[in-house]
């Protein structure tokens, strides 16, 4: 089973620019996340989809992240205009909504933002 | 915001000891409390899990002990190995995953 795809695995922007990054989860599921991981910090969820609803979005700054899931699928999160406190690491996760699951999440292995 | 506090910042063990994580939470109303590996540049993977109704879960070398009245839980890993050697998270769940600070372990060989 193919895991949770992510790019960019790197990216280095100036503040003020724009950035996106690209989440592809594992076949089937329902669920995706997008967290954020400042260094030495633990993941902090910015928002959780159901299909191509959102459940969960009340840590995402709306000023500028926006993050979309067309078609239930994969799912795009955008940083628009970057600032310097938006270094982190941007993990994508999944999880199978199916009745009787564990409901454990997956993760990718993260895009590397640096705002310089 | 819902908190959870995890303790040692970093730990370093020799090859064969055990290595515990403690962490602990104020919300009664979490009901799935999972531990999670990271290695550097990958994303974190599920290690072990338990619900609050179970005051122990043990996976080979890998054991949660879970204490409700003290709202406290923490992993130990038994026979620690240099591939051990990963920073890990302890985290708790109502509805969402609220993660705790992380531990980097370092196992000396």
């Known amino acids: 089973e193919a895991g949770v795809a992510q790019s960019p695995r790197y990216k280095i922007i100036e503040k003020r620019q724009s950035v996106a990054f690209w989440c592809n989860p594992i076949?089937?599921?329902?669920?995706l996340y997008w967290y954020q991981q400042i260094l030495g910090q633990g993941p902090k969820l910015l928002i959780q989809?159901?299909?191509?609803?959102?459940?969960?979005d009340s840590q995402l700054p709306k000023d500028r992240f926006s993050a979309e899931r067309l078609k239930g699928v994969d799912s795009t999160l955008k940083i628009q205009p970057a600032k310097l406190e938006d270094s982190a690491v941007y993990l994508c996760a999944s999880s199978s909504s199916r009745q009787g699951s564990s409901y454990e999440q997956y993760f990718g292995p993260g895009t590397r933002l640096t705002v310089t | 915001q819902q908190q959870v506090k995890q303790s040692p910042q970093s730990l370093i063990v020799q090859k064969g000891g055990i290595s515990i994580i403690n962490c602990a939470y104020e919300n009664t109303a979490f009901d799935y409390f999972p531990w999670y590996q990271q290695f550097p540049g990958k994303g974190p993977a599920l290690l072990i899990a338990i619900r609050p109704d179970v005051s122990e879960k043990k996976e080979g070398r890998f054991t949660i002990s879970f204490n409700k009245s003290a709202k406290q839980f923490s992993l130990h890993i038994m026979d620690s190995q240099p591939g051990d050697s990963a920073t890990y998270f302890c985290a708790a769940r109502e509805g969402k995953l609220t993660f705790g600070q992380g531990t980097i372990l370092t196992v000396h060989p």
């Open positions: 989809f159901q299909n191509n609803g959102v459940v969960d």
């Open positions: 076949s089937g599921h329902a669920t």
